[in-house]
């Protein structure tokens, strides 16, 4: 999962500056991306450091919400959104798809992680000897 969150990280950092041109919104594209670069980056530490049910749903909302953004702004052209600039792209480039695999290998491996966390949270609240 902090794998996805890492390509995501790294593919939104480097394109950021091609977002510069992004019209609308008080936000221009570039910081945009900046960002997501470095909340995708963050989320993948906090994953690999505490690998807790928070940890995978935080890595969820984070990889869901660009999956979410990058599917909306590729099909839907919704022009500027308040301070965010109008981010309509009907093209698909090898950028856009290694973030959106990325993405949504994260997303599905958060899901995973929450649920395989949630269980062996339940399996160690067990009593000993309790044959479960």
Same mark, same amino acid.
């Given at each position: ?5 890492? =390509?995501?990280? #790294? ?9 510069? @041109? #992004? ?9 945009l !991306?900046?960002v ?10 906090? #994953?690999? =450091? @505490?690998?807790? *049910?928070?940890? @995978?749903?935080? /890595? !969820? ?5 660009? #999956? ?8 839907? +052209?919704? /022009?500027?959104? %308040?301070?965010?600039? &109008?981010?309509? &792209?009907?093209?698909? @480039?090898? +950028? ?5 695999? %990325? +993405? ?9 992680? !929450?649920?395989?966390?949630? *269980?062996? *949270?339940? *399996?160690?609240? +067990?009593?000993? %000897?309790?044959?479960?």
């Amino acid at each position: 999962m902090a794998a996805g969150l890492v =390509v995501d990280a #790294v593919v939104h950092w480097i394109y950021a500056p091609d977002m510069a @041109y #992004v019209q609308g919104g008080s936000i221009s594209g570039e910081l945009l !991306f900046q960002v997501q670069a470095a909340v995708a980056g963050v989320a993948a530490v906090i #994953v690999l =450091v @505490y690998g807790s *049910r928070w940890a @995978y749903a935080l /890595g !969820f909302v984070v990889a869901g919400s660009a #999956v979410g953004a990058l599917l909306l702004y590729h099909y839907v +052209e919704v /022009g500027a959104l %308040g301070p965010l600039p &109008d981010m309509y &792209d009907p093209i698909w @480039y090898t +950028e856009k798809w290694l973030s959106l695999v %990325g +993405e949504g290998i994260a997303t599905v491996a958060a899901v995973a992680g !929450f649920v395989l966390a949630g *269980r062996e *949270r339940e *399996r160690d609240a +067990e009593p000993v %000897g309790s044959g479960g």
